[in-house]
């Protein structure tokens, strides 16, 4: 196995796990950063097809927008015969659909989930991080783990706001 890399610096396998637990960390959330648990926590069901104040979409839309996004990140790190979703439509639910309680309580599961398999690919010493993805067009694993940290974070932010706008937190 060869020494993972930032850039043309060789890493200590010190700074290897130290980069990984980051990462890690980033992605679960804490510390700066909302998590998923804390954003969704208590809310409340009667709200989840409510629109914001001002805005376009609900809780509810931007809970599974959130969780499509992270899916397909994580299918083109792991799916050689990946193909590109069309935007917005395939990263946004049908705004004429509405969510059920259930629906709710699966994306939560579901973005759980695609979260512990990108956990998964970060901490497998054997994932090299800025190994370009074979299909990809240059992009790196470290690149689409950062990508779905600053998405989710984002968008995590944007849910606080959208509950207190909404005053439901």
Known sequence: MTSPTLGDRILTMDQDKLLR?????????????????EAVKDYPAIDINKKFPNGTYSAGDLLEHIRRTQADILNFIINPKYKDLQWPRDYWPDPKQK????????????FKKDLGQLVD????????????????????????????IDHNSYHFGEFAIMRQAMNNW
Do not use: C, Y
Not at 99 to 110: Q, R
Not at 121 to 129: E, R, V
């Open 21 to 37: 637990e980051q990462l890690v960390n980033f992605l679960k959330g804490g510390h700066a950063h909302m998590d998923l648990d």
């Open 99 to 110: 969510a059920t309680e259930k629906d709710w309580k699966k994306t939560v599961s579901d």
């Open 121 to 148: 690919i970060i901490n497998d010493p054997n994932t090299n991080l800025n190994a370009k993805i074979k299909w990809g067009s240059g992009q790196t694993i470290l690149r689409e783990v950062l990508l779905v």
